[in-house]
C-alpha cells in the first residue's frame, strides 16, 4: 500500500505550479499593452485607457454568457441582433414615458430588456434542446428574425430616445464613475465575478461543464441536460440585456448597424480567453482578458499612422492569430 | 379605363442609416404613386449586397415588369445585370450610382457623389483658412471613394491638413470609438468631417465626452433629420450639413411613372446637386417624420 | 447438465431468503437480432452472484438491462418482489441498484472528485463544497488501494486510473445491488485485492453483488452463486464453491479447454532485432534500456502508473521522448508513429476505445483504416476487398459479429479487442507491442490471442507484452521485465519468473500477493 | 464461429429501405418547393428555376469544399473574403491582358485563381494543423487578412473587367449552357459529384472522416492527421476558386462587399444537408440540397409580396428552422 501510494504519486504528473494555460491569455494581452505602448505615447495615458476599457464592456458581458453557452457545448450567434432587438424594444418603452418619465422609467425599461433578453435566450434553448435543432442553425435563424424585427420596429430608421432629460439622467450609465472608476469598467468586474462564482462554485455551473464534456455521463448521472442547456441561453440573454442597458445611454439609439458582428467579437473572445469551443471549459476571466485584446487591437490601430486604413482589417487578423500562437507556445509548457 | 403597369423598385437592405432612408421613401412613394394612379403595381425589393441585387433583378424581370427604378448597390457588378433587363424592353431607371454603361439607362437621377465630397471640403476650406481636420469614411466600397475623391480635390492645394482618415462603416458606433481614438491621438482638431449624418452623431457623442473644446465644428452628409434640425437651430457644432436626400429615390420613381401614366418626356439626366444646407435654408430640409 | 444445474438451483433456493433482484424470462434484441433469449437470474441480498460467459454471450446487455440501461424487449425484472420498469439509469440508481460500466464512462474534461460526485454534489447553501468533495473523493479511491490526485482532471489519467473512479463512484451512492461489469480487467494484482476485500466488506453490510469477470480465479475465490451465459442463453446457475476455473471455462465455451498458454519455444539466439538505449519519456519514464530478438516474447511488469504505457508510446513516436533506438543493426528514431509503423512496428493500445477503434464507424472501415493501401485498386478503395478482408479476420480472430454491418461500437467489449488486433496485424509488422492484450477477453478467446502472439514469435516477429496480469506474463514470456516508477528495477527469465518475484520487484518491497490475480 | 456465420446470414443488414437522416433534406426541398409554388405562380416557371439553381452555383461549389473542412473536425470561415480576394487577383490579373487578351487571357486567370485559392487554403490549413490554432481562430483570422487584401486592392472602391472583348468572351461561363442546361449548373453536379467521390470512394476521404470521427484513433493509426486536415483546407481553397471562375464573367467585377456571408450560407448549406459540425461525418449531396434550399428561400422572398421588406430576414430565418425541424422529425424515423 505504502509503496503504491510513493508509486503512484510519483508517476501523476504533478499540476505545475502556474497553470499556463489559465494564464496564457493574461500574458498575450501584457504582450500586447506593452507593444501598443510602443505603437503610440499616447496609449498608455489613461484616458484612453479608460475608453478602450469602457467601450469593451458590451463584448466583454455578453462574452460571460457565451462562455456559459459554449462551455455547455452549443454556440449562439444571434446576440448581435439580439442586443439590437433589446435596445430597440426598451428605447420605444421609455420613449412613452410610463413609469413617470425619471428613473421610474428607466428602472421598468431595464427590467423590460431583462425580461425580454432573456425571453429570446429561451426561444434558443428551447428550439435547440426541444426542438433538437444544430445550436449554429438556430441562433443562426433566430439571428436573422431579431434583426429584421430590428429594423422592422424602426421602419428601416433609427429608434432614438426621445426625452432629453431622461437622456441626461440614463447618460452617466455608460459616461458616470463611481470613485475613479468608470461605471461600466466596475460592471465589467462585477459581472464577471457573478459569471465565475456561478461557473464554478454552484451545482448548476457544475453540471453545465459535466454537460459540456460528456452528454451522455450527465445524462446517467441524473442532469437534467436540456434544462442546465436551455438555461445557458437564457443566461446568454441576460448577458446581453445587460450589456444593452450598458450601451444605450451612449448614443440614446439603436439603428440597422447596432450589434453588427457581435457574435463573432464574442466568440472570438471567448476562445482567446481559452474556452474550447467544443464546450466541457469555461474560462469566464479569460474572456474578459480576450475581450480587451479585441478592444485594444482596435484602439492599436487607429493610435498608430503606420497603417494604410483599407489594410487594418489584415493587421487585426494578424495579431489575433499572432496572440493565439504565443498562448499555444504558453499551454504546452504544460506538457513539459 | 385603367392602364395597368408594373414598375419595379430595386435598392441596397436598410442595413444603416441612409440605406434605411432610401427604403422608407420608397416605400411612402410606393403608396402615394399607386393611389394616385389605380392599376399601377409598384413591386419594392431591397438587397443587401450586389450578387444578390443582380439575383433580385434577374427575379423581378422573370414576373414581368415595365420600368425598373434601381439604385445599385455597385455599379461595376450592375452594369452586366441592368444591360439584360434593358434587353428585355424595360424602361430602366438608374439611382445616384453612374453605370459604366450610360446607354442602358433611359433616365439617370443622380446625387452627386463627389460633389458631397467637394461642398463638404470647399466650406471646411473657406471657414478654415488653416487647420487640421480628420476624416472619417463609411465603408470601403465606391460611393465612398467618389465622396473621397470629391473632398480631397476641394480642400487640395488649401492650408488645411488631413491628420487622419479611418472607416467608421456608416455606424454610430464605429464612429464614437474611432473619433474617441483620434481625440486621444491628436492633441489640436480643427473640424471633422465624417460623409454621413449617422456617424456624425457618434462623433458630437465622443467630442462631448472628452470635453474638447478645440474641435470647432463637425461637417456630416446627407441630410439626416436630427442633423438638419440643429443647423436650423444653428448649433455651432453642425453649422451645415451637405444634402444628398435618400428621398431621391422618390423622385426617381416619380419621373418613372410619369413616363407612363402623363405623356410627358422623362429620358435624360437629372442631377441632384449636393446642396448646402445651413441655417438660412434649413427649414426647406427638415422631415420631421421620416425616420431618416 | 441442466438437470444438474436445475437441481442447485433448487437446493441454492433452499436455504435462502427471497431475491431482492429477479430477472424472469428476460430477452433482449437489437434490431433484427436477439442477443439474449429467456434469462432467469435471482439475486440475493449479501450475495455474490458472479456471471460468466464468452465475449458476446450477453453478460454486459443483461447488467444494462437490470440497472436501467436498456428496456428488455419481453421478459420482467423484480426488485423485493415487485416488478418494476426502470425509466432509466438514474430511477435504478435511486432505487439502489448501480452499475459499474465495463467501458470507461466518465467525463474527461472534469476532475476525479467532480466525476465522483457529479449529479449528488456537496454544498453549503448554494455554494459547492469542493474542499469536502475532494477529501471524500481521494478517501474513496484508496479505499481501493490507489491514489490518485482527487483534481486531476480525467482525460489525464490511465485507463486503469480511471476504471477505479468508475468504482469509488459507483461505491459513493451506497447501493443495495451493485453490478460490476468486469471491473478488475484493467487493474493490477494490488488494487484487484483491494477491491475483493472491498466486496467481501459489502456483503457483509448486505449488499447483493453482480459480478462479471473473464479472471476465473476471482470468480471462483468471490462467487456464491455463478450464473454461465452462453450466446445470449442461459446455460447453467451453480454454487460458486463447487466450481473450479476449469469446469466455469468448459460451461462457458461448451467444450474442453485445452492448455490455456501452449508450449513456450525455446529463445532464439538470434542478434538483437530491436536495442534501446536511456529512453526516457518525460512524465512517465526515464532510462529505459532492453534488447528484443526476433522470435522472442518480452514481458513488461508493474503497477498501475509504472510507465509502461508511456514508455512504449514514447518509443514508438506517440509522445515526445528522448533516447537511443537501433533496428536491424542501423541506428533509428522514431519521430512519428508514422516512422514506427512504417519500419514495421506496431502498438495496440490500451484504450481500445479511446484510440483503438472508431466506435461509430462500421467494422470493415476500422479494420482497414491502419492499412488503407492494402485494400485500394490506384486511388479507389475497393468494397469487395475490405468484405473479404472483414471475413478473413472474422475466421482467424473468431469476432463474433451478428452482422457484417454492425458498428464497431456495438461489439461487445472483448470482441471490440480483437477486432482492434486484427485491424493492426493487417501492418505485417515486425514488431508488435501489445498493451493489456486479453483485458476483458474471455478465457477461450485468451487461449486464441496466446496461441497467437506464439505463432507470431514462431515466424520470427519479436513480442512485447505489456500486462498487468502476471499470470499471462509468466506463461507467455521469455523473459520479463519489471518497471516501477518509470524505471526498469528488474529483468526474470526461467524459474525466476514468479508471481512473488515480480510483486517485489514492483511494489519494491516484500508484499504478500494473493494467487487471486493469476490467469486460470 | 460456425454459429457466427450463420447469425449474421440469419440477420440480413435489413437497414430501413429509405435512409431518412441521408433523405430529410431533399424532403425538405421538395416542400420548400411545393410551397414556393403556392407563394407565387411564377416560381416554378423553367427560366425562374434556371435562374435559381445557376445562382446557387456559388455556395454549392463553396459548400462541397466545407463539407470537406467540417467532416474533417475543422471549419473555415474566410471563404467569403478569400472568394473576393481570389477575384480581384483573378480580375486585375486579366485587365493586364497577358497571354494575348483572349481564351489564353481567361485560361491563365483561372489557373492564377485555382493556384491562389489553393495557397490561401494552404495557408488556413498549416496556420491550423502546424500553428494547432482553433481553426474559428484561424480563418477568423484570414477573414479579416483576405477582405483587407481585396479592398487594399481595390483601393476601396472596385475592381471590373476593363476589357468589354473579354467579358463578352468570358460571360457564357456564367449564363451559356450545354444542350439546354446552363453551365454552372452542370459544373455544380460535376463538382458534387468529383467531391462524393473522393470522400467516399478514396483512401484519403476515408482518413480525412476517420480524423473527423476521433483524432486519437487516426494518429495510433498511422494517418498524417496534420496532412490530411491541411489537405483538407486547400480543397476548400480550389472549390472557393471555381466558384470564383463562375462568378467573375457573372458581374465582371470584385468590391469590398464580394462574397459577404458567404461562410454563414456555405456553413448554412453544410449542416442544413446533414453533416454534423463535430465532424466524421460528410453528407456532399445534402450539402448540395442545403445550398439549393438557401437560394429558393430567397428567390421566394423576392417573389412573394406580401412581406415587408423589412421583415424578409425574419422570414428566411424561420423558414431555414423550419426546414430543420422537418429533417429532425424525418431522421427520428431511423430510430423506430
Ligand atoms: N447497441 C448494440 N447494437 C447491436 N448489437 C449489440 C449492441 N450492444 C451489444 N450488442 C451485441 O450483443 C451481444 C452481447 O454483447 P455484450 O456486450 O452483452 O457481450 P458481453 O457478454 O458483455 O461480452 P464481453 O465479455 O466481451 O463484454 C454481442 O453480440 C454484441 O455484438
Ligand atoms: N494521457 C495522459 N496524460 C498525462 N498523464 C498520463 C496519461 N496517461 C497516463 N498518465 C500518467 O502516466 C503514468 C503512467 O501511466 P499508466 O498508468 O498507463 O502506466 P502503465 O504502466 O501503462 O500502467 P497501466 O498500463 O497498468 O495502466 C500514470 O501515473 C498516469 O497518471
Ligand atoms: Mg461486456
Ligand atoms: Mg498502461
Not at chain 1, 503512484?8 to 505550479?17: D, E, F, K, Q
Not at chain 2, 439611382?95 to 439617370?108: F, G, N
Not at chain 3, 439475486?43 to 456471471?51: M, P, Q, T
Not at chain 3, 512524465?283 to 516474447?297: M, N, Q, V
Request: with cysteine; net charge neutral.
Amino acid at each position: 500500500m505504502a509503496d503504491t501510494l510513493r508509486d503512484a504519486s510519483a508517476a501523476p504528473p504533478r499540476l505545475p505550479r502556474v497553470d499556463w494555460v489559465a494564464a496564457a491569455p493574461f500574458v498575450a494581452l501584457a504582450c500586447l499593452l506593452v507593444f501598443g505602448a510602443f505603437v503610440s505615447p499616447s496609449f498608455l495615458s489613461l484616458g484612453n485607457l479608460a475608453n478602450v476599457l469602457t467601450r469593451s464592456a458590451f463584448i466583454a458581458i455578453i462574452g460571460v454568457g457565451a462562455t456559459f453557452v459554449i462551455a455547455s457545448g452549443g454556440i449562439d450567434l444571434s446576440v448581435g441582433s439580439m442586443a439590437a432587438f433589446v435596445a430597440s424594444v426598451m428605447i420605444l418603452f421609455m420613449n412613452t414615458e410610463l413609469g413617470g418619465g425619471g428613473v421610474g422609467t428607466l428602472a421598468l425599461g431595464m427590467l423590460l430588456a431583462a425580461g425580454v433578453g432573456s425571453m429570446c435566450g429561451l426561444l434558443n434553448g428551447l428550439v435547440t434542446t426541444v426542438g433538437r435543432i444544430e445550436p449554429f442553425i438556430t441562433t443562426l435563424g433566430t439571428m436573422g428574425i431579431f434583426r429584421a424585427l430590428t429594423i422592422w420596429l424602426a421602419n428601416g430608421g433609427s429608434i432614438a430616445m426621445k426625452s432629453q432629460d431622461l437622456r441626461t439622467l440614463y447618460r452617466p450609465v455608460y459616461f458616470g464613475s463611481v470613485g475613479g472608476v468608470p461605471l461600466p469598467i466596475a460592471l465589467i468586474l462585477a459581472i464577471t465575478a457573478v459569471g465565475a462564482f456561478v461557473l464554478y462554485k454552484t451545482a448548476f455551473g457544475r453540471h453545465l461543464l459535466a454537460v459540456g464534456s460528456s452528454e451522455d455521463v450527465a445524462r446517467y448521472s441524473g442532469i437534467p441536460i436540456n434544462r442546465v442547456r436551455t438555461v445557458a441561453y437564457v443566461v446568454q440573454g441576460l448577458c446581453v440585456a445587460v450589456a444593452v442597458m450598458v450601451y444605450v445611454p451612449r448614443l440614446g439609439a439603436a439603428t440597422a448597424t447596432t450589434g453588427l458582428l457581435w457574435e463573432l467579437q464574442a466568440i472570438t473572445a471567448v476562445v482567446v480567453g481559452g474556452t474550447a469551443l467544443r464546450g466541457g471549459v469555461g474560462r469566464v476571466w479569460g474572456t474578459l482578458c480576450g475581450a480587451l485584446l479585441l478592444e485594444i487591437v482596435g484602439n492599436i490601430m487607429v493610435l498608430s499612422s503606420f497603417v494604410s486604413e483599407y489594410l487594418i482589417g489584415a493587421v487585426q487578423g494578424t495579431i489575433i492569430i499572432v496572440a493565439m500562437l504565443v498562448q499555444r507556445s504558453l499551454s504546452n509548457r504544460n506538457r513539459a | 379605363q385603367t392602364k395597368t403597369v408594373t414598375v419595379a423598385v430595386s435598392i441596397p437592405a436598410a442595413d444603416h442609416g441612409w440605406t434605411g432612408g432610401v427604403v422608407f421613401q420608397a416605400e411612402r412613394a410606393k403608396a402615394l404613386l399607386e393611389a394616385r394612379h389605380p392599376g399601377l403595381k409598384i413591386i419594392v425589393k431591397t438587397s443587401p449586397d450586389g450578387a444578390s441585387q443582380a439575383n433580385a433583378l434577374e427575379d423581378l424581370t422573370t414576373q414581368g415588369i415595365d420600368a425598373l427604378v434601381t439604385l445599385p448597390q455597385n455599379s461595376d457588378e450592375l452594369t452586366d445585370p441592368l444591360r439584360q433587363v434593358k434587353n428585355k424592353g424595360v424602361f430602366v431607371t438608374v439611382v445616384d450610382r453612374a453605370l459604366s454603361d450610360p446607354t442602358i439607362q433611359d433616365l439617370y437621377v443622380a446625387g452627386n457623389n463627389p460633389d458631397v465630397g467637394r461642398v463638404a471640403g470647399e466650406y471646411m476650406k473657406g471657414k478654415l483658412p488653416s487647420g487640421q481636420v480628420v476624416v472619417i469614411r463609411g465603408l470601403p466600397i465606391v460611393i465612398d471613394e467618389e465622396r473621397q475623391k470629391g473632398f480631397d480635390a476641394a480642400i487640395a492645394g488649401s492650408g488645411l491638413k488631413v491628420l487622419d482618415k479611418q472607416f467608421g462603416n456608416w455606424s454610430r458606433d464605429d464612429a464614437f470609438k474611432v473619433m474617441q481614438d483620434y481625440l486621444a491621438k491628436f492633441p489640436k482638431i480643427d473640424a471633422v468631417w465624417c460623409q454621413d449624418d449617422d456617424m456624425a452623431v457618434g462623433v458630437l457623442e465622443a467630442i462631448k465626452q472628452a470635453k474638447r473644446s478645440d474641435v470647432q465644428f463637425v461637417v456630416g452628409g446627407a441630410g439626416m433629420k436630427d442633423m438638419v434640425k440643429r443647423v436650423a437651430d444653428g448649433d455651432a457644432m453642425i453649422p451645415v450639413d451637405v444634402l444628398y436626400p435618400p428621398a431621391m429615390i422618390a423622385t426617381a420613381m416619380e419621373l418613372t411613372v410619369a413616363n407612363f401614366y402623363d405623356q410627358i418626356p422623362v429620358r435624360g439626366r437629372y442631377i441632384m446637386d449636393a446642396t448646402l444646407v445651413t441655417k438660412a435654408n434649413a427649414k426647406e430640409f427638415y422631415y420631421p417624420d421620416s425616420p431618416f | 447438465m441442466t438437470v444438474g444445474a436445475t437441481a442447485d438451483a433448487v437446493s441454492i433456493e433452499r436455504h435462502n431468503p427471497a431475491p431482492v433482484l429477479e430477472a424472469r424470462g428476460l430477452a433482449m434484441q437489437f434490431g433484427p437480432v436477439e442477443v439474449l433469449t429467456d434469462i432467469g437470474l435471482e439475486l440475493r441480498s449479501g450475495e455474490v452472484h458472479a456471471v460468466i460467459g464468452e465475449n458476446g454471450a450477453g453478460k454486459s446487455t443483461l447488467m444494462k438491462l437490470l440497472s436501467g440501461y436498456l428496456a428488455p424487449t419481453r421478459g420482467a425484472i423484480h426488485l423485493n418482489g415487485a416488478t418494476v420498469a426502470f425509466r432509466g439509469p438514474v430511477d435504478a440508481e435511486q432505487r439502489g441498484i448501480v452499475l459499474v460500466h465495463q467501458e470507461i464512462l466518465l467525463a474527461p474534461d472534469l476532475t476525479v472528485a467532480q466525476n465522483i460526485f457529479m449529479g449528488r454534489e456537496l454544498r453549503h447553501g448554494l455554494v459547492l463544497d469542493d474542499r469536502a468533495m475532494n477529501r471524500l473523493a481521494a478517501g474513496a479511491v484508496e479505499r481501493l488501494g490507489a491514489a490518485i490526485d482527487p483534481r486531476q482532471t480525467v482525460a489525464r489519467l490511465s485507463i486503469a486510473q480511471r476504471q477505479l473512479v468508475q468504482i469509488a463512484r459507483a461505491l459513493a451512492g451506497r447501493p443495495r445491488v451493485i453490478v460490476l461489469d468486469e471491473p478488475t480487467a484493467s487493474l493490477t494484482p494490488h488494487e484487484t485485492e483491494a477491491l475483493l476485500n472491498i466486496i467481501g466488506e459489502l456483503k457483509r453490510d448486505g449488499v447483493a453483488v453482480l459480478y462479471i469477470s473473464h479472471r476465473l480465479p476471482e470468480v471462483a475465490a468471490i462467487a456464491d452463486v455463478v450464473t454461465v451465459l452462453r450466446d445470449g442463453k442461459h446455460v447453467a446457475t451453480l454454487p460458486g464453491g463447487t466450481l473450479t476455473p476449469l469446469d466455469m471455462a468448459h460451461l462457458m465455451v461448451g467444450r474442453d479447454m485445452a492448455r490455456l498458454f501452449p508450449p513456450r519455444a525455446t529463445p532464439p539466439e538470434a542478434t538483437p532485432l530491436l536495442c534501446v538505449k536511456d529512453l526516457s519519456v518525460p512524465g512517465a519514464s526515464s532510462d529505459i534500456a532492453f534488447t528484443l530478438r526476433p522470435g522472442e516474447i518480452l514481458g513488461f511488469a508493474g503497477l498501475i502508473g509504472a510507465g509502461r504505457t508511456e514508455t512504449f508510446e514514447g518509443l514508438l513516436g506517440l509522445r515526445p521522448a528522448q533516447g537511443r533506438v537501433t533496428l536491424a543493426g542501423r541506428a533509428t528514431w522514431f519521430r512519428s508513429v508514422r516512422d514506427s509503423l512504417a519500419a514495421g512496428l506496431v502498438y495496440l493500445s490500451e484504450d481500445r476505445k479511446g484510440k483503438g477503434l472508431l466506435l461509430a464507424k462500421p467494422l470493415a472501415v476500422n479494420l482497414t483504416l491502419a492499412a488503407l493501401h492494402r485494400f485500394c485498386r490506384g486511388i479507389l478503395v475497393s468494397r469487395t476487398r475490405e468484405a473479404k478482408g472483414l471475413e478473413d479476420a472474422i475466421a482467424r480472430f473468431d469476432i463474433r459479429a451478428r452482422r457484417r454491418t454492425m458498428l464497431a461500437g456495438q461489439l461487445s467489449g472483448g470482441n471490440q479487442q480483437k477486432l482492434l488486433l486484427a485491424k493492426m496485424m493487417l501492418r505485417e509488422p515486425r514488431v508488435v507491442v501489445i498493451d493489456e492484450p486479453t483485458r476483458g477477453i474471455d478465457i477461450g478467446t485468451k487461449e486464441q490471442i496466446y496461441r497467437l502472439l506464439a505463432e507470431l514469435a514462431a515466424a520470427g516477429k519479436a513480442v512485447v507484452v505489456i500486462s498487468s496480469e502476471m499470470g499471462e506474463l509468466i506463461g507467455l514470456c521469455h523473459r520479463i521485465l519489471v518497471m516501477r516508477a518509470g524505471r526498469i528495477v528488474g529483468e526474470l527469465a526461467g524459474e525466476a519468473m514468479t508471481e512473488r518475484n515480480i510483486a517485489v520487484l514492483a511494489t519494491g518491497a516484500d508484499v504478500h500477493t494473493s494467487a487471486v490475480a493469476v490467469g486460470a
